[in-house]
């Protein structure tokens, strides 16, 4: 099919020109144009995929390789566990590096933090102004609940709470301790 285009820029008396176009080859059709979109998707798929496992496959042999050893020098010197029995007064958990955790407080663990914040309590001598409020990801305060203990951690600003606290080392000071007052 001949499309013609008439250019209305020539002057008036002259006869317009007119310009023919002709149509696409017929080897380039509309449905070589879809074969042509799906295989440059299909390819993009591909490399995505393959992209994806190569991913997967370098991080699984970079944790092979260093056996999960990949760990800050901050934290190197933590102890994990704390055991469930056999907890002993002037036991210390957490962080080797007392250089680390620079505020330390003493007093009684309890369960229970205050709207949200903290998930345990230092119960202290003076009341509740003298509470601390407790979180650690590196120790189980629940194994400490009870006991008398000094503990060191990273002080933060609370929202509902005057004293906040990230506990990184405990030191068992006295065990079965009663809630002071």
Known sequence: ????????????????????????????????????????????????????????????????????????????????????????????FGSADEKIFKDPATGVIDKGGFNGEGTHKLVRVGGISQTVYLTSSTIDLDALVGHQVTIWGETFKGQKVGWLMDVGRAKVEALNAPLPK
Request: proline share 4%; aromatic share 6%; hydrophobic share 45%.
């Open 1 to 92: 099919m001949d499309i013609k285009m008439i250019d209305l820029d020539k002057g008036q008396g002259e006869a317009p020109v007119v310009k023919a176009e002709s149509a696409p080859p017929a080897s380039f059709t509309t449905e070589t144009q879809i074969k042509m979109k799906n295989k440059s998707f299909i390819s993009v798929i591909i490399v995505f995929i393959l992209v994806a496992v190569g991913g997967f496959y370098t991080g699984a042999w970079i944790k092979a390789k260093n056996s999960g050893t990949i760990v800050s020098a901050e934290l190197s010197g933590i102890q994990a566990e704390i055991p469930q029995t056999g907890i002993k007064v002037g036991d210390i």
